[in-house]
């Protein structure tokens, strides 16, 4: 199962749209979340165009056992009290032994709680935008689609900026790891974790360059 990473506008440009009945909810959903996400920041529009139109940017996806490892990772050093100085070998093995999934327990235990790295760990599991706005914190807020109030959908909104921070000091943890050679586990190497890493990165800096949101949706 993969992890999609894409840079976009909330509202998917018409050349792209699904045509039949069954998507059609989904473009109703998507003004939804655009217009939750202005009513926040008091935007009668957003600082960027939408719908932007369909270029080449980044539209991928990475496994889910290396962000889950990614986010372990995060969180292990986010418990270290020698924060933001560290161990190596002690990260290692705190990753290991208290390896955490990416579910909903993990979701109900960092929310509003997150002091390291909240713009990668505190967020919605299933669908979180990155905005190329500062902000010091994630938020949580729902999109309510117009004539359709019984089918609200949580989603959380961060900071691309703030996001681009956190891993790249988070991408300077997983080289060094990369190179003491750390044996690997069964699903993923410590290098696939680096990639998904920079991946990620790469679509917060685009995020920032181009003037967009990116996304992360399970």
Request: glycine share 2%; aromatic share 14%.
């Amino acid at each position: 199962m993969g992890v999609v990473v894409k840079v976009q506008s909330v509202l998917i440009p018409e050349e792209r749209r699904y045509k039949n009945d069954s998507r059609r909810f989904q473009h109703v959903m998507e003004q939804a979340q655009l217009d939750a996400i202005c009513k926040v920041f008091g935007w009668t529009t957003p600082p960027w165009q939408e719908p932007y139109p369909y270029e080449d940017r980044l539209d991928t996806s990475i496994g889910n056992g290396r962000y889950s490892v990614l986010l372990s990772l995060a969180w292990a050093l986010k418990d270290l009290e020698s924060y933001p100085q560290y161990d190596i070998r002690n990260l290692i093995e705190v990753v290991e032994q208290a390896r955490r999934s990416p579910s909903e327990y993990q979701y109900e235990a960092l929310r509003n709680n997150c002091k390291h790295f909240p713009h990668t760990l505190d967020r919605n599991i299933y669908r979180s935008w990155y905005l190329p706005v500062d902000f010091e914190y994630p938020l949580f807020i729902d999109a309510i689609p117009e004539n359709y109030p019984d089918d609200k959908e949580e989603f959380s909104i961060a900071s691309s900026i703030q996001a681009k921070t956190e891993l790249e000091f988070l991408s300077q943890v997983t080289a060094q790891i990369v190179a003491i050679n750390v044996p690997s586990y069964s699903n993923h190497t410590w290098g696939s974790v680096h990639d998904a890493c920079m991946m990620i990165k790469r679509a917060a800096e685009e995020s920032i360059t181009y003037k967009l949101p990116f996304f992360i949706a399970w």
